[in-house]
């Protein structure tokens, strides 16, 4: 396989140039590490002007440098010089073309399987968070569509030891007490006694009467009086 690389570059005379009577192009290229690096060498003989009779030498050295594509397998590459042409413009400028050639490319071989990154463990793990983040998603979109008051529905026909609790607690009281209804809150993250005071409009001391108060802890179900008073 081959691949042709080309080159151009502008080379600003001191005088004027007016015609390159002879010219020549050697090279340091040299190929390294996927890496095409060396210089351009060119040299010759030129007048000032088409009515001079004698002619002025010049010396040019151009470097040049490019990576190969790392598709490419250089082991086994050469250099060349393909094609090599020049222009003179605005009478003091040189305009240098040069093709660079390199031969004897192929393609590298693609990766066997064995080769192969396994990725399986790594799928898991992203399967397996992906999983727990439904689930967390899922656990706060149900807390959001709970009212107060199914909570308390929930609560008490479920829990037989509630009920009890809320029996004993109130047979404390005679029946001219005003507190006659009341709510049964789950203690949540984030929920303080202050936030459920100013909720359902009660005292501290009100709550006391009904809870234990000094250790509360995340899912306790705390009793909560509605201040109506009876007829």
Not at 28 to 52: A, P, Q, R, V, W
């Amino acid at each position: 396989m081959k691949n042709i690389i080309p080159f151009k570059k502008d080379v600003i005379f001191k005088t004027n140039l007016s015609e390159i009577t002879s010219i020549s192009l050697e090279n340091t290229l040299n190929l390294k590490d996927d890496t095409i690096s060396g210089d351009f060498i060119i040299s010759g003989e030129y007048k000032i002007s088409d009515n001079s009779t004698t002619v002025e030498p010049f010396d040019i050295t151009l470097p040049f440098e490019i990576i190969m594509d790392d598709r490419f397998d250089t082991s086994k590459a050469t250099i060349d010089i393909d094609d090599f042409y020049y222009e003179i413009v605005n009478n003091n400028v040189l305009s240098v073309s040069i093709d660079v050639l390199v031969d004897h490319l192929t393609d590298k071989p693609l990766i066997e399987v064995d080769e192969l990154v396994d990725v399986t463990p790594v799928r898991e793990v992203l399967e397996s968070e992906e999983e727990e983040m439904k689930e967390i998603e899922e656990v706060k979109e149900e807390e959001r569509c709970i009212e107060p008051e199914e909570v308390k529905e929930e609560v008490v026909d479920e829990s037989s030891e509630v009920e009890e609790k809320i029996n004993s607690i109130f047979s404390q009281f005679s029946s001219q007490n005003e507190y006659v209804t009341y709510n049964v809150f789950i203690l949540r993250d984030g929920d303080t006694l202050d936030s459920i005071m100013e909720k359902y409009n009660v005292s501290l001391d009100e709550l006391k009467k009904y809870n234990d108060l000094s250790n509360l802890q995340l899912g306790d179900k705390i009793i909560i009086p509605n201040n109506y008073e009876r007829d």
